[in-house]
C-alpha cells in the first residue's frame, strides 16, 4: 500500500511560481512512475506531467510544455512539480498519483489515469489574474 501526500499548494498571482511535493509513505516510489493530474470546477481530471519508475523519461501535456518541470528524489520518497509562468487557467486541485509500473515498462511516462494504481488527496493551486 502506497500513501500519497501533495503539498505546496496555495494562491498565487499570475506569472508566478509553486512548486508542489508528493511525498509517499509505504513502499519506495523507486519502483513506480509517478504522474501529477489537475482538475478544475466541472471539468474532468486531466493529465498534466509524469516521470518513469527510472527518471529518464518525462511527459508534458501541452499546456504545461515548458513551464512545468517535473522531478523524482528516490532517496526522499518524493516527486515534485515545478509550476512556472502559472496562468489562471491553472487553476485546479492537483493530485499525485503512483503507477507501480513492472521492469519492462521502466521507462514509460504514461499520461494515461487508468495506469494509475494510488493517488493522492489533492492540493489546491489557485491563479489570480
Known amino acids: 500500500q502506497v500513501e500519497l501526500v501533495e503539498s505546496g499548494g496555495g494562491l498565487v498571482q499570475a506569472g508566478g511560481s509553486l512548486r508542489l511535493s508528493c511525498a509517499a509513505s509505504?513502499?519506495?516510489?523507486?519502483?513506480?512512475?509517478m504522474g501529477w493530474f489537475r482538475q478544475a470546477p466541472g471539468k474532468e481530471r486531466e493529465f498534466v506531467a509524469a516521470v518513469s519508475r527510472n527518471g529518464f523519461s518525462t511527459n508534458y501535456a501541452d499546456s504545461v510544455k515548458g513551464r512545468f518541470i517535473i522531478s523524482r528524489d528516490n532517496a526522499k520518497n518524493t516527486v515534485y512539480l515545478q509550476m512556472n509562468s502559472l496562468k489562471p487557467e491553472d487553476t485546479a486541485v492537483y493530485y499525485c498519483?503512483?503507477?507501480?509500473?513492472?521492469?519492462?515498462?521502466?521507462?514509460?511516462?504514461?499520461?494515461?489515469?487508468?495506469?494509475?494504481?494510488?493517488w493522492g488527496q489533492g492540493t489546491q493551486v489557485t491563479v489570480s489574474s
Open positions: 498519483a503512483a503507477d507501480l509500473a513492472p521492469y519492462f515498462r521502466r521507462n514509460t511516462a504514461t499520461s494515461l489515469p487508468g495506469e494509475y494504481d494510488y
Open positions: 509505504g513502499p519506495t516510489i523507486s519502483s513506480s512512475g
